[in-house]
């Protein structure tokens, strides 16, 4: 009879060699190794897939700052409209105005004057002239600035477009060559002389209703050319302190009109045109002058009456263009 003899681990059982897992039997075929997954940066393998990687918790920031990376840093600071956030930590700084067309563009040219140097434009229109009242009405009209100097009309001389009849034949007034007055009005010349000056820049006298609305100041209608107070010191006249001459063509600013005519009231008279020129041997003359002591002489709707022939050391003259007409400027003699 054969005894039938098993193994003692048969008998005890797993309880007394341990009950851990048994290894599985052999297949007898070689096992791959574990294959190695790459995660993208700042992930890690976990669980069979790919998660963030968790790092250590930071610090909360003091009240005031903020967590600019793994550091604390100042809150930028609460500016007010128009300013921003500085460079220095609670500074604020002015915003940059943008750029505007006016900065960034290149400056216009300033509009062409109408009139050539040394005259004004004064604006046409209508009005009631002189004592009588007649309609009137001309046109724009570019004026000299002030009355022709005893230096211009020497210029002229120079140029042989000017002569010298007679032209110091004013004792005691007389205005031409004589030292200190080359800026005083040229005087003691006649109509006709006053007429050729003005024409060798290529001017003209102005009419008598052209002369009164400029030295008016055109629609404000004034009684002298700076406005209705009377003369007083304004002007270069006697009714202050006698005079014994002229006064510079600039000496009295402040009777210059709205236009910047300076010395239609006072100084020296002015030669003017008129329609009955044609017709009459007498030439009038606006302004009043220098010896004059009555401030109604000196207003601008007083006419003055000259024959064409008289020279005094009292009567000047100043010309007259159309804007943008071609003036030729006599050039300063040697």
Known sequence: MRRLVLPLFSLLGPALFGCGPQPEPSTGKAQSPPQTVTCPEGQVFQGGTCVAQSGPTLPACPEGQERVGNACAPKPAACPPGTHAGAAPGVCEPDQPAPTASTSSPAADPPKSACPAGMALVKGGSYKMGYLKTDQTVGDLCFDITEATAKEYENCVGAKKCNVNLVNGCPETSTYKIAGREDHPMVCIDFTQATDY???QGKRLPTEAEWEW???GGDKANQYSW????PGELACWSGVTPRT?????NAHPKTATPQGLIGMSGNVFEWATRALDAKVKERVGRGGSWRDGLANVLRVDRPGSFEITYRCGFLGVRCVSAPGA??????ASK
């Open 245 to 249: 001459g002229t006064c510079p063509v």
């Open 214 to 216: 400029a030295a008016r």
């Open 227 to 230: 406005g209705n107070d009377t």
């Open 326 to 331: 071609a003036v030729t400027p006599i050039p």
């Open 198 to 200: 003005c024409s060798a």
